[in-house]
């Protein structure tokens, strides 16, 4: 008899640098959770891999002396020996710039243009440059990035829009109807409380600053921001685009595991993301807590 599938990711690490104690910590439960659920008699299929486009990277290329291309080559080898010596039985290790996941968030963004969920504007608002990520001024924490508590600048520029206002009410019926979604459970209060009741405001899914990214397929002078991009890399490392036998296999996902600064990005864009492609949602998105160094997150600082 064929075994029931039941996938399982990690977050797609951001390689700036090489991974810290916190990716490690995540990467360790995913590795555990797949071992469990092939004891269990599952067909149990691990995802992990790196997010190797955008500014942040670009600049520590640089900082480094090499190319970008080259830079993310050497921070993804490195990953999978750390992953090796430590033992994580992982089954796909996606990278953002493999050819077949770029192809994949080229066709994704020209749909969704199509489609009319993605139009073209300007953002006007508070940016983040460590979290690479835009806020509305009722979302700071008192002035500063409310994932991070870092400072924040002003910026406007040319972009296109992911329509998320458009899926507020179904992301309130997804926290609704299926309470298993987010855990643990103070997490949906946070986000719902957060941003959702607020009203969510369009997304901005492109850049026009700098060049290391997929580029809009209809617009050159711009390249796919993370959010479409990263996101998919867990359909494409699984056959989304180009075996979607195996795709059909393994999702939806049993579970994305992630660290609690990211939740945001896994259960209101994510989810609404998938909505708009006509894709069944993860069943779950479980986001555990950092390891702190006096009071503070560990990370690669």
Known sequence: MDKKAYYITTPIYYPNSNLHIGNVYTSVIADVLKRYKALMGFDAYLTTGTDE?????????????SKPQEFVDRIAGETKVLL??????????????DPKHE??????FQYLYDKGDIYK???D????????????????????????GRGVNHRKEESYFFRLSNYTDRLKELFKDHPEFLEPKFRQNEMLNNFIDKGLEDLSVSRNTFDWGVDVPFDNEHVVYVWIDALSCYLTAIGYGHDMEKFNKYWPAGVHLIGKDIVRFHT??????????DIPLPKKVFAHGWILFDNDKMSKS
């Open 84 to 97: 090796k010596k430590l033992d994580i039985d992982y089954d796909s290790f996606i990278r953002s710039t």
């Open 125 to 148: 608002g508070y940016y983040c440059e460590s979290c690479e990520s835009y806020f509305t001024e009722s979302q700071l924490d008192d002035g500063n990035c409310p994932d991070c």
């Open 268 to 277: 209101i864009i994510w989810p609404a993301l998938l909505m708009a492609l």
């Open 103 to 108: 192809e994949n968030v080229k066709n994704i």
């Open 53 to 65: 486009h955008g500014q942040k990277i670009m600049n520590a290329a640089l900082s480094h002396g």
């Open 121 to 123: 504007g300007h953002y």
